[in-house]
């Protein structure tokens, strides 16, 4: 469908559009606050603030001032899009998230492109950047070169506490083992054990709310590598276990 944008009742009907999904938004958050207010609400939007409202009907800087994201993703798939993503900190509370995501689906950027756009992002004030799309960003090589650059340091999930990321990563944990546990007959009671010392610290963090035991996940850690054969096995476990206190 094209649209005539220069004709009398254009603005009009933009408008309308607009009103339609700031009322969405908006209920979605009061529903979420009311039922489940755990639940992280973010939209994946328009990186370009003033054009968004009447191409996209997103008026996403209406919706920061209203407080209802924890986190935002302008669609920063150009060069030198920091430019307009760092106007989203003008509307942005300090409860926001802003996360823009790069485009490393463009065939003409490169893994360095990307590094250098990642790093751009992160010097004006970005808690953290997304990639689109999945086949692109491993096919480039770009989890090689992030992980022994910028993100050499592992760090908790964004709005998560302590106590949260860890159970989380216990349930992460405790689902392989249960999927080997009905894989490998001969090493059934080592994955059983394991199961039960993650679901007792689990339990335990649940009860203390933000205290975590750091010893008893390292004790777990020690289990897990002089306890677990199958290398492959082990190293997806270590992941979820270093994840808990980091």
Known sequence: IEFNTSAVYWQDWADYRKSLINKFVGRVRGLIDEVAPEVILSADVNAVLSASPD????DSAYW???????????MAYGANDQLNVKRFFEYADINCWIVPA???????FNVED??????????IGCKGVAYFAEAEFFGKNCDDILMETIFNTSALPPLFNNANTAIAELNDFMCKLEYAYHQDDINKNIYNALYKKADNISKDIKTKGTAISKESILELKDTTISSVSDSTLLDRLLVDLNACYN
């Not at 790069?102 to 003409?108: A, N, R, T, Y």
């Open 55 to 58: 191409t996209c009907y997103q």
């Open 64 to 74: 920061l001032s209203q407080g209802w994201l924890d986190m935002i993703h302008p």
């Open 102 to 108: 790069l485009g490393v689906f463009v065939e003409e």
């Open 114 to 123: 990307i590094l250098t756009q990642t790093q751009q992002m992160l010097d």
